[in-house]
């Protein structure tokens, strides 16, 4: 037994037991890390037409000639990010002097204009020679150029901007773009190329004009999303690396690309529903992957999406939720009306000082976002006279939202989770927003 109660009837996890049962259990995992997004396989399957365009607009850096810059485009987890770094590793096999440098720039990491240039700086001397901030942006720039000039030399040095869409919403993100695509103009010996590389496909709206022309040098490259097909093959190439032989069931790897291509042909989802798929049969101590491994893989990441959703929703979207939550835990079968959820919530409310009373219509707007978000079901019902009401469920487990709502401090701090709503009250009653005693 890995689960037992303890002497207080609590639950209790046999930490030793467990690890020592999973040791003895069945090895399914050969490379683990061929499921992991940042592996770049040997073959990148339906990214064609892709590898061959970039390959063609940067084949005359082999020869010392400055490739145009580029940009990438296409909704996630299409193979861009994986398109290019493979290209720099194919570049580097066929070059045999003067390779070369590529400076990797991932722009939701590093963010802001100042450590744009440092980290190109220091990425190409290989040490934190500038601070993380301190100087000013036309002195790094200045050295910068110096250094391209002095370690790279005659060769070419790639710039890739990954997320590219992320620099631009930043203050000073048009100004040093123009630089960075403008830098050839003040270097005497090396030149530099760079690649963009975005999911956002309005992005290029938001570029001052300048910026544009200098990153459309080039047509862009446009990454189209995976089909269900497309999918169970990349799939099946990481699952022969990934996994020791025969430990799939058939059908796995459907199952995965399947779930996949109904979220806009995601290779990423597809990877990571298998790899979850295979840790859920590993802790099982299963022989093999199956197709209810896959369903379980999906429903917890389904139900990790919910968590973070609602983790990051609005204070009065989680009030909403709070008092539907309060609701439900109270009553056995109690009717939840969206009546009761304004009444609830306004209890709620008042508790927390400074927060303002919401109208109805609010209230109802809020249920609507949860409806639509999957966290609750809600069916229109006519109550005959007094016209038609909502009936509001919850769609996920009630201890999840304790979980994710316990987490909000002001609700952690005024004890709305320990509230019992007045309607609930056996012994009182409210009229006109007066909590009475009942006398019977
Ligand atoms: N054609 C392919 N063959 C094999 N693996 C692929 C292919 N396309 C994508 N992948 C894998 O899918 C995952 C996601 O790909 P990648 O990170 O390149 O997506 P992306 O287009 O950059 O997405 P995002 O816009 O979210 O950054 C990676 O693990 C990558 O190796
Ligand atoms: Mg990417």
Redesign the pocket.
């Known amino acids: 037994m890995l689960t037992n109660q303890n002497d207080k009837g609590m639950y209790s996890f046999n930490i030793d037991k467990f690890y020592q049962n999973y040791l003895k259990g069945p090895k399914l995992f050969k490379n683990r890390e061929a499921?992991?997004?940042?592996?770049?396989?040997n073959?990148?399957?339906?990214?064609n037409s892709e590898i061959e365009k970039i390959a063609g607009i940067t084949a005359c850096a082999l020869k010392g000639d400055v490739p145009p810059n580029l940009l990438?485009y296409?909704?996630?987890?299409?193979?861009?990010?994986?398109?290019?770094?493979y290209i720099s590793q194919k570049l580097a096999q066929h070059c045999t002097n003067n390779p070369p440098w590529w400076v990797y720039i991932n722009c939701t990491v590093v963010s802001t204009p100042y450590r744009i240039l440092a980290h190109i700086y220091n990425t190409i001397v290989g040490k934190e020679k500038i601070p993380a901030t301190g100087l000013p942006k036309d002195v790094i720039l200045k050295k910068l150029l110096g250094l391209l000039d002095q370690l790279i030399k005659n060769s070419i040095c790639f710039l890739v901007l990954?997320?590219i869409d992320i620099l631009i919403e930043k203050k000073g993100g048009n100004e040093i773009l123009y630089n960075l695509t403008r830098l050839n103009e003040n270097l005497d010996l090396c030149r530099t190329s760079v690649i963009g590389?975005?999911?956002k496909l309005k992005f290029m709206e938001c570029l001052d004009s300048r910026v544009t022309s200098n990153l459309e040098e080039e047509e862009p490259i446009v990454?189209h999303p995976?089909d269900a097909n497309?999918l169970a093959?990349?799939l099946k190439?990481?699952a022969e690396i990934a996994f020791i032989e025969d430990v799939i069931d058939n059908g796995v790897v459907k199952l995965c690309a399947g779930f996949a291509a109904k979220e806009h042909g995601?290779?990423?989802k597809?990877?990571q529903l298998l790899r979850k798929a295979g840790e859920i049969a590993e802790r099982n101590q299963s022989k093999k992957i199956t197709e209810n491994h896959v369903e379980k893989a999906q429903k917890d990441i389904d139900k990790d999406h919910i968590v973070e959703y609602i983790f990051s929703m609005p204070l009065q979207t989680q009030l909403t939720l709070t008092a539907i939550y309060l609701l439900s835990r109270f009553t056995k079968g109690h009717v939840i009306t969206s009546g009761d959820i304004y009444e609830v919530h306004s209890e709620l409310s008042s508790k927390i000082p400074g927060l303002k009373q919401l109208s109805r219509r609010r209230i109802s707007d809020y249920i609507n976002e949860l409806t639509l978000s999957g966290i609750i079901i809600a069916n229109t019902r006519s109550m005959g006279h007094y016209g038609r009401t909502k009936i509001i469920k919850l769609d996920i487990e009630r201890g999840v939202v304790e979980r994710v709502l316990s987490q909000n401090k002001k609700i952690k701090d005024y004890k709305l989770l320990d509230y019992k709503p007045i309607i609930l009250q056996t012994d009182k009653v409210k009229i006109k927003n007066i909590v009475f005693k009942k006398l019977i």
Do not use: W
């Open positions: 499921l992991e997004p940042s592996f770049i396989p073959e990148l399957p339906h990214r990438c296409g909704m996630t987890g299409t193979g861009k990010t994986a398109t290019v770094r990954d997320e590389i975005s999911n990454f995976y497309q093959e990349i190439q990481r995601d290779a990423r597809a990877l």
